[in-house]
C-alpha cells in the first residue's frame, strides 16, 4: 500500500505543484491584462455615453435667451428619473448657486474625475442598493452656468467581479487539475519504482534471474528499466563466469600441484643425490611458471575486460597486421609440417579503433590454436573480407573442428575440450580472445569449416578507409 506522505515526496508529484503554481501565475496574469484592459474599454464607454447626455442637454439650450430655463427644466427632468440608472446631474449658475438637478453642490473641475457616493449630497430617497461605488463625471460650461453630468461605473464593477470570479474557478479548477493529475502520475510512478526496488532487492538476496518487468510505453522509466536490466545480466554473467573460473582453477591447478607433490615426493624417499635434486626443481619450476603463466592470463582477461585499455586506442591497420602475424608464425606451422597463408583482402586497407597489442594477440591465439591442434600437413588460411565499414577476419583449418554443442563453452576460463586436456595450455586463449573482442566492439563466431573450424571476427564499428 502507498502512503500518502510517501508519494507526496516523488519528483512528479512536486511537478504537478509546480505546474500548478505556474497555471495559477499564468491566469494571474492573463486576469490582470484583462482587468486593465476591459476596465479602461467600460471606461471610455462610460465617458462616451456621459458625453452623449452632455451634448444633448446643451443642444436644449440653443441659442435664445430662455436657453438656459429650458435647460434647466430638462436637467430636473432627467434628475427626477435617474435613480434607476444612477446618473447625477446638476446645473448652477455662474457663482456656482444650484439651479436644478438631484445633488446639492460639488466643486468644480477640469477633466473627468471618479467621485465616490460618500462625497455627493443626493437630493431625494436613494433607497435601492447601488451597483457602483463611484460616479464618473465631468462639468461643461455653459451660457449663464456650468453643467455637471456623471454616471455610476456599475458596468464596470460588474465586469471585474466576472473577471474575479472567473479568476478564481479558473485558479480552483486548474489546481485541483494539476494535483490530481500529480497524484495520478505519481501513483504510477511509485508502482513502477516499487517494481524496481522489489527486483533490486532480490538481487541483492541472490536471485540473479530476476528482471525489472518493461512497459509498452516506452517513457523515462522504462529506459531506466532497460539500462537496469541490462546491467543485471552483464552482473549475472560475471557472477557466472566467476563461479565457473573458481571450479576451473580448483580443478586445474590441483592436477600441477599434485604432480609437483608427487615428484617431491619422489625424490625425499629416492637416493639423495644432487642431480636428482636438480631435476625434481627443475620440473617444480617449470609447474610453478604454468602456474603463474595461469594467473598472468586471468589478470590480463580481468584488465581487458574492465576497458581500461580502451584510452589505448589508435588507428590500427588490419592488413598490414595481419601479414606482420603471417610471417612471424609461418616458421612455426611449418615445423608442425602445416601450410599458413593468407587469402585475398577486403579491396584495399582498414583501420579501425583499437589496441594494436591486444589485437595482435587476439589474432595470434586465434592462429596459434589452429597451429597447435589441427593435425600434422592440415591447411591454414586467414581471410580479410568485409569492408571499411564492417571488417572481418576469418581464420579456416581443415583439423578435427569443434563439436556445435562445445563452441560456446570454449570461450568460458579455463575450459578445455576432452581430447585436448593431454595438450600443454592453459584453456585461456579462446577467452582472451573473446575478451580482447568484446573491447574493441566485434563479435567471434566458431563455425564448421566442412572440415574443421572457421573462426570469425566481425567488427561492429564504423572505422575510417586510410
Given at each position: 500500500?502507498?502512503?500518502?506522505h ?21 491566469n494571474v ?29 446643451v ?32 446645473l ?37 442598493p ?9 462639468w ?36 485541483i ?22 527486483v ?11 528482471r ?30 566467476l ?75 588490419l ?128 563455425a564448421?569449416?566442412k ?16
Amino acid at each position: 500500500m502507498i502512503s500518502r506522505h510517501k508519494l507526496t515526496q516523488r519528483t512528479a508529484f512536486r511537478l504537478a505543484g509546480v505546474v500548478a503554481a505556474i497555471i495559477t501565475l499564468t491566469n494571474v496574469v492573463i486576469f490582470a491584462i484583462l482587468f486593465l484592459v476591459i476596465s479602461e474599454q467600460l471606461g471610455l464607454h462610460l465617458k462616451a455615453h456621459v458625453d452623449e447626455v452632455r451634448e444633448t442637454l446643451v443642444d436644449v439650450q440653443g441659442d435664445d435667451v430662455e436657453g438656459f430655463r429650458e435647460l434647466a427644466e430638462t436637467v430636473r427632468r432627467h434628475a427626477l428619473v435617474a435613480q434607476s440608472d444612477e446618473d447625477i446631474y446638476l446645473l448652477t449658475d455662474e457663482n456656482g448657486k444650484y439651479i436644478a438637478g438631484n445633488v446639492k453642490s460639488l466643486e468644480r473641475f477640469d477633466g473627468w474625475r471618479t467621485i465616490p457616493w460618500e462625497n455627493l449630497q443626493l437630493i431625494g430617497q436613494w433607497s435601492s442598493p447601488r451597483a457602483s461605488d463611484a460616479v464618473i463625471g465631468t462639468w461643461t460650461p455653459v451660457k449663464g452656468g456650468y453643467l455637471f453630468v456623471g454616471d455610476g461605473n456599475g458596468d464596470i464593477k460588474d465586469a471585474q467581479k466576472l473577471l474575479l470570479t472567473g479568476l478564481l474557478w479558473g485558479i480552483g479548477l486548474s489546481v485541483i487539475c494539476a494535483l490530481c493529475g500529480g497524484y495520478l502520475i505519481g501513483l504510477k510512478t511509485q508502482r513502477r519504482v516499487e517494481e524496481m526496488e522489489q527486483v533490486l532487492d532480490a538481487v541483492a538476496s541472490g536471485e540473479f534471474n530476476r528482471r525489472i518487468p518493461r512497459n509498452a510505453a516506452s517513457d523515462d522509466i522504462d529506459h531506466v528499466a532497460a539500462l537496469i536490466n541490462v546491467t543485471l545480466d552483464r552482473l549475472q554473467k560475471l557472477i557466472g563466469n566467476l563461479k565457473q573460473v573458481s571450479v576451473d582453477i580448483a580443478h586445474d591447478l590441483r592436477t600441477p600441484i599434485s604432480r609437483m607433490r608427487q615428484k617431491l615426493e619422489v625424490v625425499r624417499s629416492g637416493p639423495a643425490t644432487i642431480d636428482t635434486y636438480k631435476a625434481a626443481v627443475d620440473e617444480s619450476l617449470g609447474e610453478i611458471d604454468s602456474i603463474a603463466d595461469t594467473f598472468d592470463a586471468l589478470l590480463r582477461i580481468s584488465e581487458i575486460e574492465a576497458g581500461a585499455r580502451k584510452m589505448k586506442f589508435v588507428d590500427v591497420e588490419l592488413s598490414g597486421l595481419l601479414a606482420n602475424i603471417i610471417d612471424a608464425l609461418e616458421a612455426v606451422a611449418e615445423e608442425r609440417h602445416h601450410r599458413l597463408r593468407a587469402l585475398g583482402g577486403a579491396g584495399g586497407p582498414v583501420t579501425v579503433r583499437g589496441d594494436r597489442r591486444l589485437l595482435n594477440q587476439l589474432f595470434v591465439n586465434l592462429i596459434e590454436n589452429a597451429i597447435l591442434h589441427c593435425p600434422p600437413a592440415s591447411d591454414i588460411e586467414v581471410e580479410m573480407a568485409g569492408d571499411a565499414r564492417q571488417p572481418i577476419v576469418r581464420v579456416r583449418d581443415s583439423g578435427p573442428g569443434i563439436p556445435a554443442e562445445e563452441r560456446e563453452k570454449v570461450f568460458r576460463r579455463l575450459y578445455r575440450l576432452e581430447k585436448s586436456r593431454t595438450t600443454r595450455g592453459s584453456g585461456l586463449g579462446l577467452s582472451l580472445v573473446a575478451a580482447i573482442a568484446e573491447l574493441h566492439s566485434a563479435k567471434v563466431t566458431l563455425a564448421d569449416n566442412k572440415p574443421g573450424l572457421v573462426a570469425e571476427i566481425m567488427f561492429d564499428q564504423a572505422p575510417r578507409v586510410s
